[in-house]
């Protein structure tokens, strides 16, 4: 005799194998694109560097992780810091929270400015601002070089209105990068913080005036508080890919303003290290994984538990 | 609610608002406001030239219905919203163009805005904090505030933590604790179930009481501007109809719309025969003459409609002598009371409400053809 208990249980049985079966295609997929690879790197992380390129399979080794941070004299074994890498590392930590600082301070205000237009609006500001994401990447950079080269739109206008005589050098500056990494990744920024600026509710914009808080005073103390989940969304959506910037330090910044993608691509092309290319990216992610353990875990404790 | 330290009235020059001394005993003075939103086409008047003077220590009510301008109006004292012309004035000084932050007023509002991302008692303590009061005196508000609230044991919870009871009180101990000149509230008490908010209105009524701080309280219920109100402005479509005490509203409304907005009212048509100071005699279509309160401006021979409290009238044995004659349509028993609703001879609706008294004596039922008497102040003329 079945109870109604068995009953529960059956249907609550095939409920579970119906949600793995509408599942399956997407965990194929994941686990063919993310952790397939990621498994081959780290597996080629602790191979032998074939002569031109790619790995002896089978061979052992720690060369490619020892070399992430060392470096080895080819005539008297001295060992070394490999100054080049950190250097690329600070550089690319440094522009990368520079990157999120600046989307933030253009960001925050304009997601203000789209949240706080009427509803039928504010679907066309948003619509706008996607509208770069229509063009290539690579072409957008190019344009952009376009803006900042010596004889390029800004420096032309710069020369015109009389603020420089002589172009000013932005190609090839960290400048260059920042400019072009700001603009690209602006939107990402925008985006999760008009999500959640748009469920904030303005009443309590409203309470926050009434009770003596000025303009910065509400700022501070009422929207920045309750917004923070769009800060730390945006924060991190900008970050990381900044941290991984391939196309942008590569045109604007030139061969010597190098990022950690142009390191990384370098061991697998002219470089033809693919350990010490699979164990730098590695390391990076590693990087990624605990600055958002931190970042993620210092700004939920002051706990923002609005609905 | 009843506290040891409470709110004192706190002089005004702390807030940079000069005090003019020929202000009189008004807190609040609206002159002549008028608000319109929007532009061409899409104009609306929220408020039509509003003028009405709120005195100090008063609990004044703006009650109507919704869309009648009186949340527009509260909104213009706090600052919200800022007048098309006219002027506020808070103990003689103009304020209406000061933003919210400047002004020496509170809010209660309807949703209570409370702030998520703080305690209890950080939300109480927030408009101490910005008016840079120091630690001791804030810390020492807050704790009298939750006590004058009842919520000392709930100061560290979030505010989601905590019912919609408690939610209302700590709106108020927030808004209470910068000692404002003139507190606001917007229908406060209209998302509490009854008996909470028949017990909040006792509370809120004993609290202006003891705190002696003017109180402006908006509401579309009119149970709740009877109960609570020094004074009550009823309000329609932009426009402040009658100002006057709950008793005045009641008895001698001015307006049908005040009459049928405040309370059962019947209506009936007569014309008026003879007017002398404050009353007049008119005849009703029966040919009856009665007695009636009569507003200024009418003339013997005006047609005018008549306001007549269901409880003011009786129903009688069918005779000869009573004011009106009608049908019994229906009668609804409601322990104390019983409503009869009647069909009188000329085809109106009329409703009697009659106490269950031992001594009512003659039991009428369905169907039954009774009479009407009104008793001499029964009757009150109304502008339309």
């Known amino acids: 005799m079945t109870s109604a208990q068995d009953v529960a249980q059956q249907i609550e049985r095939r409920d579970i194998r119906n949600r ?52 080895r004299d080819i005539f008297d074994d001295t060992i070394g810091l490999a100054d080049a890498h950190l250097s690329i590392l600070w550089r690319s930590i440094r522009l990368s929270f ?42 957008r950079t190019f344009a952009m070089q376009e803006v900042v080269r010596n004889e390029g739109i800004l420096n032309s206008l710069m020369i015109w209105s009389g ?99 142009n390191l990384i691509e370098l061991q697998f092309g002219a470089g033809r290290n693919w350990p010490l290319g699979a164990a730098m990216s590695i390391t990076v992610m590693l990087i990624v994984m605990l600055a958002l353990l931190v970042y993620v875990r210092n700004a939920t404790r002051s706990g923002v538990q609005h609905g | ?133 120091s630690r001791s005196e804030i810390d020492g508000r807050t704790a009298d505030m939750l006590k004058l609230v009842q919520m000392e044991e709930l100061a560290k919870r979030k505010t989601s933590e905590i019912s919609g009871g408690q939610q209302q009180r700590v709106a108020l101990a927030r808004a209470l604790a910068p000692q404002p000149k003139v507190l606001l509230l917007d229908e406060p008490l209209s998302a ?15 609290l202006q009481h003891e705190t002696g701080i003017t109180f402006i309280f908006v509401t579309h219920d009119q149970e709740e501007a009877l109960t609570m109100s020094d004074r009550i402005a009823v309000m329609s479509t932009g426009k402040i109809l009658q100002v006057g005490s709950p008793h005045d509203i009641y008895e001698h409304p ?44 009418f003339q013997p021979g005006s047609r005018v409609s008549l306001a007549v409290r269901p409880e003011r009238a009786q129903i009688v044995a069918a005779d000869a002598d009573a004011t009106l004659a009608g049908v019994i349509d229906n009668l609804v028993y409601l322990g104390t009371d019983t409503h009869f609703h009647l069909r009188l001879d000329g085809g109106e609706a009329f409703i009697v409400r009659q106490q269950n008294s031992s001594g009512s004596g003659i039991n009428f039922a369905t169907g039954d053809r009774v009479g009407v008497i009104l008793g001499d102040d029964a009757a009150q003329i109304l502008k339309d």
Request: contains cysteine; hydrophobic residues 50%; charged residues 15%.
């Open chain 2, 254 to 297: 001015a307006e049908r719309f005040v009459a049928g907005f405040i309370g059962e009212t019947n209506f009936l048509d007569a014309e008026v025969v003879a007017t002398s100071a404050g009353s007049a005699t008119v005849k009703l279509p029966s040919g009856k003459q009665i007695p009636a309160g009569l507003p200024e401006g």
């Open chain 2, 1 to 133: 609610m009843r506290g040891t330290a409470l709110p004192q009235a706190q002089p005004a020059e702390e807030w940079g608002v000069c005090v003019s001394e020929s202000a009189g005993r008004n807190a609040i003075d609206v002159r002549g406001v008028r608000k319109v939103f929007g532009s061409g086409d899409g104009q609306v008047t929220a408020l039509d030239t509003v003028s009405v003077s709120i005195r100090e220590n008063e609990f004044f009510t703006l009650l109507g219905p919704s869309g009648c301008g009186k949340t527009t109006l509260l909104r213009l004292i706090a600052g919200f919203e800022f007048p098309t012309d006219g002027q506020i004035m808070l103990h003689g000084e103009d304020i209406a163009l000061l933003p919210p932050f400047r002004r020496p007023v509170n809010t209660v509002f309807q949703s209570y805005a409370l702030f998520p991302h703080m305690t209890v008692a950080e939300n109480i303590a927030f408009g101490l904090e910005m008016l840079g009061k």
């Open chain 1, 98 to 139: 520079i990157t999120t600082a600046l989307t933030l301070a253009f960001g925050f205000p304009t997601a203000y400015f789209i949240a706080t237009r009427p509803p039928s609006t504010r679907e066309v500001w948003v619509f706008l601002i996607t509208i770069p994401f229509w063009t290539n990447l690579l072409i």
């Open chain 2, 192 to 206: 509490l179930d009854y008996k909470l908010r028949k017990e909040m209105q006792l509370e809120l009524k004993q």
């Open chain 1, 20 to 71: 793995w079966l509408l599942s399956a295609p997407a965990l194929v997929i994941i686990f063919l694109a993310a952790i397939g690879p990621l498994l081959v790197m780290v597996a080629y992380s602790f191979m032998v560097k074939g002569d031109y390129g790619d790995v002896r399979f089978g061979e052992f080794s720690l060369d490619g992780w020892f070399s992430v941070l060392f470096w």
């Open chain 1, 163 to 261: 603020i420089v005589d002589q172009p000013v050098q932005i190609m090839y500056t960290d400048a260059a990068i920042l400019f072009g990494m700001v603009y690209v990744y602006l939107p990402l920024m925008v985006l999760p913080l008009y999500a959640s600026m748009e469920k904030l509710d303005f009443r309590l914009v409203e309470a926050g005036y009434d009770l003596y808080a000025t303009r910065a005073r509400v700022l501070w103390r009422i929207i920045i508080p309750l917004v923070r989940p769009g800060v730390i969304a945006g924060s991190i959506l900008v970050f990381i890919p900044s941290l991984g910037a391939y196309v942008i330090p590569r045109v604007l910044g030139g061969g010597k303003n190098m990022m950690l993608g």
